[in-house]
């Protein structure tokens, strides 16, 4: 890349196409005319030697160097793994959009769970010139929003850089890709020791919850705080074709709880008790077969937020949740208003003004 400075009294229209300008180019009424960063176009010579400028400041490409909206393009398109082979009936689920400002938008085209390959993101910025940013990992994120964007702090770079970049970012699928929230059938299994009222809003709150991903929730079982019960009910909803069980109701600091004795009823082991987040910290979860068992902490029980509501996406979206995946909540797991972004959106009024009401 070679800087310049034209100055009009040397100007030839052979100095300027091809030139990329680095300042705005002002028109007689102070409008930008041409932008930093554009090209300049040998059918646009004339026009750019009519305005009232004294010097321009361009940068002209060398041989093996590309222009910031080509770098730009092809970086957002490997990022989002388009153009790159994927699984028969797979999709990544994001889309490239306009440029904007040297910007590439990478946009969700569905409802989902955002994932981020952490690792290759800092690789590929690693690289000079390269600007990859996202999200975060495992946000929530809805059809139409950016999710992601791709550019190079230059306004010119060299091509190999950009292939370096490339290949860091499909090394592996997709760097930024959206996981689609599946129509699973859920079923809650309640003690009936939350009392009839308490018992009406939350089948009201859960199915206003599960329907927002698009899952279907069966009519919740409510049964005597007792271990055969609750193990009775979990396998009569699992044989009617629940894929995903969440036991409700129970006192999760008390090991002699009835949810606890289905479960070893049932001959169910927790896979993880407790979750490095708050509130809902004493969210459990345990597998029957290959049906997800979920504990909900009294907690979790009315309210938007908590690690419920962080879990449940991951769940839905067929995201791991084993133990590493559970111990990672920790950062970030100090759930306050200001976290509001990670929520689900279930209804329209924001998560923010929803916590802060509580």
Same mark, same amino acid.
């Given at each position: 890349?070679?800087?310049?400075?034209?100055?009009?009294?040397?100007?030839?229209?052979?100095?300027?196409?091809?030139?990329?300008?680095?300042?705005?180019?002002?028109?007689?009424?102070?409008?930008?005319?041409?932008?930093?960063?554009?090209?300049?176009? #040998?059918?646009?010579?004339?026009?750019?030697?009519?305005?009232?400028?004294?010097?321009?400041?361009?940068?002209?490409?060398?041989?093996?160097?590309?222009?910031?909206?080509?770098?730009?393009?092809?970086?957002?398109?490997?990022?989002?793994?388009?153009?790159?082979?994927?699984?028969?009936?797979?999709?990544?689920?994001?889309?490239?959009?306009?440029?904007?400002?040297?910007?590439?938008?990478?946009?969700?085209?569905?409802?989902?769970?955002?994932?981020?390959?952490?690792?290759?993101?800092?690789?590929?910025?690693?690289?000079?010139?390269?600007?990859?940013?996202?999200?975060?990992?495992?946000?929530?994120?809805?059809?139409?929003?950016?999710?992601?964007?791709?550019?190079?702090?230059?306004?010119?770079?060299?091509?190999?850089?950009?292939?370096?970049?490339?290949?860091?970012?499909?090394?592996?699928?997709?760097?930024?890709?959206?996981?689609?929230?599946?129509?699973?059938?859920?079923?809650?299994?309640?003690?009936?020791?939350?009392?009839?009222? #308490?018992?009406?809003?939350?089948?009201?709150?859960?199915?206003?919850?599960?329907?927002?991903?698009?899952?279907?929730?069966?009519?919740? #079982?409510?049964?005597?705080?007792?271990?055969?019960?609750?193990?009775?009910?979990?396998?009569?909803?699992?044989?009617?074709?629940?894929?995903?069980?969440?036991?409700?109701?129970?006192?999760?600091?008390?090991?002699?709880?009835? #949810?606890?004795?289905?479960?070893?009823?049932?001959?169910?082991?927790?896979?993880?008790?407790?979750?490095?987040?708050?509130?809902?910290?004493?969210?459990?979860?345990?597998?029957?077969?290959?049906?997800?068992?979920?504990?909900?902490?009294?907690?979790?029980?009315?309210?938007?937020?908590?690690?419920?509501?962080?879990?449940?996406?991951?769940?839905?979206?067929?995201?791991?949740?084993?133990?590493?995946?559970?111990?990672?909540?920790?950062?970030?797991?100090?759930?306050?208003?200001?976290?509001?972004?990670?929520?689900?959106?279930?209804?329209?009024?924001?998560?923010?003004?929803?916590?802060?009401?509580?």
């Amino acid at each position: 890349m070679k800087a310049h400075v034209v100055r009009r009294s040397e100007a030839a229209p052979r100095d300027l196409v091809g030139m990329t300008l680095t300042r705005d180019v002002r028109g007689p009424s102070g409008e930008r005319a041409f932008g930093k960063g554009h090209v300049v176009r #040998a059918e646009e010579v004339e026009s750019l030697l009519a305005l009232d400028w004294e010097s321009l400041s361009v940068v002209e490409r060398e041989p093996g160097e590309i222009q910031e909206d080509e770098a730009g393009h092809r970086l957002a398109n490997a990022a989002a793994g388009i153009g790159a082979p994927l699984e028969e009936g797979s999709s990544g689920g994001t889309a490239v959009g306009d440029v904007t400002g040297g910007h590439w938008p990478i946009t969700a085209t569905r409802r989902g769970l955002l994932r981020v390959d952490v690792e290759r993101l800092e690789r590929a910025n690693r690289v000079e010139g390269i600007c990859i940013y996202t999200l975060y990992d495992g946000q929530i994120v809805d059809a139409g929003e950016t999710v992601a964007r791709a550019k190079i702090t230059p306004f010119v770079i060299d091509e190999h850089s950009v292939e370096e970049a490339e290949r860091i970012a499909r090394d592996g699928g997709a760097l930024v890709r959206v996981l689609a929230f599946r129509p699973l059938r859920v079923a809650a299994v309640v003690q009936e020791t939350l009392g009839e009222r #308490a018992l009406g809003r939350f089948r009201e709150t859960l199915s206003e919850k599960v329907a927002w991903f698009g899952a279907q929730l069966l009519e919740p #079982a409510f049964v005597e705080a007792s271990d055969r019960a609750l193990a009775d009910a979990v396998r009569r909803v699992v044989s009617e074709g629940a894929e995903v069980v969440i036991i409700a109701g129970a006192k999760a600091m008390d090991p002699l709880d009835p #949810a606890f004795g289905a479960l070893r009823n049932l001959g169910v082991r927790l896979d993880r008790f407790g979750i490095p987040a708050h509130p809902g910290s004493l969210f459990w979860t345990a597998r029957l077969g290959d049906v997800p068992v979920l504990g909900m902490p009294s907690c979790g029980l009315f309210s938007r937020a908590t690690s419920f509501d962080l879990v449940l996406p991951r769940v839905l979206a067929g995201a791991g949740m084993g133990p590493a995946e559970l111990a990672a909540f920790a950062h970030g797991g100090l759930i306050t208003k200001d976290t509001s972004f990670r929520f689900p959106r279930y209804r329209d009024a924001t998560a923010r003004g929803e916590m802060e009401a509580r």
